[in-house]
């Protein structure tokens, strides 16, 4: 069964920093993997993907990604975080067939300092 | 574009009792869902429907019903409400193909006493 690790549960960063936020997944076959977005009392929005072809995805927000099969990782990253950034961040790994249905990480938490 | 809508935002139950969750969807799309998320835990998938008339389990099911008579709306039943049933509800939707996206409505947080 496929599986998610996002191993920060908080992170901090102040404002104009960059970002890091880590995602791993176990998956037998080739991962369509995604970022989603969640604002605090809202739903979750989506940032970017990755199904096929370029390993560097750009996503909405300068936001943007990195598969590496080799490390079975999607990194999501931001060269210079705002403040609307603090949000929670989640991972998924969407299984193929029957149903697109996802697999999500437990999701990091991003506080942003000014 | 109203994308998908969920009723009611906020609900507390008492133990026993039982409620619908409602989930609409205006963007013809043929898959739908329901996740619940708690504290630490991530979205986990409790039913989902790839079209009218077709409904299977997801991760968590015990204590759920679904039906999806219409392409639009996915209501999620709770029979003999639980306080481990206390959590966020959200229903999304997607087109079909594994790369589609999925769009989350904004959520109805249950809680049972």
């Known amino acids: 069964a496929q599986s998610v690790t996002q191993p920060d549960i908080h992170i901090t960063v102040s404002e104009g920093a960059s970002l890091e936020l880590r995602c791993n997944y176990s998956y037998g076959a080739t991962p369509y993997l995604f970022w989603y977005v969640q604002s605090p009392g809202q739903g979750l929005q989506l940032l970017l993907k990755y199904f096929s072809g370029d390993t560097l995805v750009q996503g909405i927000k300068g936001f943007e990604a990195e598969f590496k099969r080799s490390q079975s990782s999607f990194n999501l990253r931001k060269p210079s975080v705002h403040w609307s950034d603090a949000a929670e961040y989640f991972c998924?790994?969407?299984?193929?067939?029957?149903?697109?249905?996802?697999?999500f990480g437990t999701g990091t938490q991003l506080k942003v300092e000014l | 574009n109203a994308g998908v809508t969920q009723t009611p935002k906020f609900r507390i139950l008492k133990i026993g009792q039982s409620m619908t969750l409602q989930c609409t969807q205006d963007?013809?799309?043929?898959?739908m869902y329901w996740y619940r998320q708690d504290p630490g835990m991530g979205l986990k998938l409790i039913y989902y429907?790839?079209?009218?008339?077709?409904?299977d389990k997801g991760e968590v099911p015990n204590g759920y019903n679904v039906s999806r008579s219409t392409t639009e709306d996915f209501p999620l039943r709770l029979e003999l409400a639980a306080p481990s049933q206390t959590s966020v509800y959200f229903c999304?939707?997607?087109?079909?193909?594994?790369?589609?996206?999925?769009?989350f409505g904004q959520g109805t947080r249950l809680t049972v006493v």
């Open positions: 999304a939707s997607s087109q079909r193909g594994s790369n589609a996206e999925a769009f």
């Open positions: 429907s790839v079209g009218a008339g077709i409904t």
């Open positions: 963007m013809n799309h043929n898959y």
């Open positions: 998924a790994v969407g299984v193929t067939g029957g149903g697109n249905k996802l697999t």
